[in-house]
């Protein structure tokens, strides 16, 4: 009966461990889910603000199509990894195209913030657009990446 002590100790204390990591957890934005949502909520923020940027530039820069335009963002605002601002010709004017790289919840992080701004998309396969509110697919710049969120407007010439 002496080993019955060892091993009810060693229960006792890895179950204390378990619980207390359960609770640890439960506390907003701790452990993976936490971070996994904090994530999502940075790449959104990021990408609205690069995205406004972007048009901004867009418009600034009358007339012009590039493949690169120079995006100024506000002060203590860092530009999103592999970011790209872009404009094409269209039929009445100019599309202007921001993405930058998905994370997991970040296209419904800006569902929510943007109020469901219809100019979002998800790009899932190169050249093809896929509506963040209504799912409706769209003809996009074969040139934006699969895995990247795209805010996509019409800006006049």
Known sequence: MSW????TAA???AGLI??????????????WSGAVQSA??????AAEVFAAACVEAAQEDSGAVSSSI???LPTGVILPTNAVCMTTEA???RNVYAYVPSVPGAAAQIVSNTQSDLSWYAVRTAGT??????GSTAS???????GYLLNWVLVDP
């Open 4 to 7: 019955l002590a060892p091993i």
């Open 11 to 13: 229960f006792f204390f």
């Open 18 to 31: 378990s619980q207390m990591t359960v609770w640890a957890e439960s506390v907003g934005g701790a452990g």
């Open 40 to 45: 999502a909520a940075q790449r959104a923020l």
């Open 70 to 72: 120079t995006v100024t």
């Open 91 to 93: 039929s009445s004017g």
């Open 129 to 134: 657009a896929t509506s963040l509110v209504t």
């Open 140 to 146: 996009v710049s074969s040139s934006i990446p699969k």
